[in-house]
């Protein structure tokens, strides 16, 4: 595959990609500006087509596997996000234009994964139903007011985002047999991740809290709470590749920054716990 001329066909539709794609800070300023414009994650389905050769060709169980997988978690995270966009709550202006456009990045993961899942021969899951209030069910559990409480939303918000982020980096070596696959999957994992620091940014916002930062520090919820710790336990480890970071090379580098600078895997078993209640 020729990425480089693919990226050139995508800069013919989107000029400004190059731009959005680079300076990391300017690419969350410019969130609630990305409607209707090629976002980054969209380019698996703008190569959808292009990619269903591939995906027919050497697809193994355990990759059509994660692309199940995958698939559950993004149909958890495309309803969600239109539900929150049909509730009203959120505020108009760059809060409801953030929410649309991860609204409509999910929509896209969950049709490029189906595109993928089909071409590769197998059928894609089913969608479950969802319970968005943690009550496996009985709509009744602890988030059961999320799409009427702007600050609950962003809080589920943000435990899903951050925790599709580990959960891709868990599954991706899976993938490796496959390089259209794996190129695929890291696209929409990078994008999951600028989900995940935005969200983080605009609950720092509405709570006016300082300490919420665009990323996981140590195993902290960013004062969720208890409810939400299984999608953070395991964030903590200050030991990267039997290598301990904390001043490193006698630099003088906390635990806290440690943790910071590595997201750490979700298995599919961790991963599937946490989705387990949200599912009726």
Known sequence: ??????????????????????????VIQQFAKLGGKLALSAVPIALGSMFSKA???GTTGSVLDVLQY??????LEAEFYTKAVASGIVPAGPPTGAFTTIRDHENAHVAFLKTA????????????TFDFSAGNGSNNGPFKDVFT???LLLAVAQTFEDTGVRAYKGRAA???SNNDVLTAALKIHSVEARHAAHIRYMRRNLLSNTTIKPWITGKDTGGIGAAVQASYNGEELAVQAGITI???????????????????????????????????
């Open 117 to 128: 899942i089909t071409a590769s021969g197998a059928t894609p899951i089913s969608k479950p």
């Open 55 to 57: 995906y027919g060709r």
């Open 246 to 280: 904390t001043n490193i090379n006698s630099m003088a580098i906390s635990v806290n920054a440690a943790t910071e600078a590595f997201d750490e895997p979700l298995t599919d078993t961790q991963v599937l716990a946490i989705v387990d209640p949200f599912i009726a």
């Open 70 to 75: 995958a698939l559950t978690l993004e149909y």
């Open 1 to 26: 595959m020729n990425i480089q001329h693919l990226i050139t066909t995508i800069e013919k539709t989107d000029p400004e990609v190059y731009e959005r794609l680079n300076p990391r800070r300017k």
């Open 149 to 151: 409480n702007y600050q």
């Open 174 to 176: 899976e993938l490796i």
